[in-house]
């Protein structure tokens, strides 16, 4: 296109966007593609999930140093980030779960709640967004309302009678969800880490995986190599230093391994304005050169 190639992802948390799709992005940043993350929370609600970090001091100031965490994690990978502003609704625990604390992100209303979405992508006019499934990836309430309002704003940022305070009207070309955790990835990296001799990080996730039909593996349309910047995700994984621990399983699979098993970042096509075959191998397949 004449036009620069723009790139939505919307994210629940800071972090997400690190764990998923981080090395698409970076790929198509140094490809010369706009993006901007989106990230619906501040996740002042999150665990501190690396034991280093688990210290008063950061508890204390664990929204600001989430934000700082984001801004270096942005900085790696290349793109540019907005702040949606709602709060994070925390992971519910227990039998049965507490309901939800009031005012957070999980409780709003998605028509109402895609309305900010809605005038971010009118004002960026990304041509692909990217987001969670129906499931939100996995059942936190904060990913399945990210994945209701980035629907929502799809949806209506298209039409001018919807939203009208929000600017004037784009339809963005393609929407996909992501789909980063499936059986057939771990069981190929799984036996490729026993091939070359090492110790798996993948067994005990594989003896336990129960087949309850989450799997969305068979929904895969779309992938997008980028073993090259799986270094770079890596890099924005560690900057979110409360949430990822430099010596978990993140980490425990060598890089090598990594690029040569499963070199790619995998997703579901949903809804497409424009002409494309699958299965695709290109986010912006049928985008490119249109007119």
């Known amino acids: ?13 800071p972090d997400d966007e690190s764990s998923k799709g981080a090395a698409t992005m970076a790929k198509y940043a140094s490809e010369g ?71 957070c992100f999980g409780l709003e209303d998605p028509q109402s709640a ?13 041509h692909v967004v990217l987001t969670y499934d129906e499931e939100g990836g996995y059942p936190h309430p904060d990913h399945i309302m990210c994945h209701q309002i980035s629907v929502v704003a799809f949806e209506g940022a298209g039409d001018p009678e919807q939203f009208p ?15 980063s955790f499936t059986r057939a990835k ?20 594989l003896d336990g995986w129960v087949d309850d039909g989450t799997d969305k593996g068979h929904r895969v349309t779309t992938r997008v190599e980028c073993a090259e910047f799986f270094p770079v995700r890596d890099d924005a994984l560690r900057a979110h230093a409360t949430q990822v621990d430099p010596d978990g ?37 049928g985008v490119r050169g249109a007119k």
């Open 1 to 13: 296109m004449a036009e620069q190639l723009r790139l939505m992802a919307v994210h629940a948390h």
């Open 33 to 103: 593609v706009q993006v901007l993350v989106v990230t619906c929370t501040g996740g002042e609600r999150g665990s501190v999930l690396n034991p280093k970090m688990d210290r008063p001091d950061v508890w204390e100031d664990i929204a600001e140093i989430r934000r700082a965490e984001m801004a270096a994690a942005r900085a790696i990978l290349g793109v540019d980030q907005a702040w949606l502003g709602f709060v994070d609704s925390g992971l519910p625990e227990g039998d049965p779960l507490p309901p939800l604390p009031d005012g």
């Open 114 to 126: 895609a309305g900010p979405l809605v005038r971010l992508m009118r004002e960026f006019r990304p």
């Open 165 to 179: 305070e929000m600017g004037a009207a784009w339809q963005p070309h393609k929407l996909y969800y992501h789909h």
């Open 186 to 205: 771990f069981q190929a990296l799984h036996e490729g880490m026993v091939a070359a001799g090492l110790d798996s990080p993948y067994q005990e996730m």
């Open 249 to 285: 399983t993140w980490f425990r699979a060598p890089l090598e391994v990594q690029q040569r098993i499963w070199p790619t970042e995998d997703y579901e096509l949903v809804t497409s304005h424009v002409e494309t075959q699958l299965p695709e191998t290109d986010l912006f397949a």
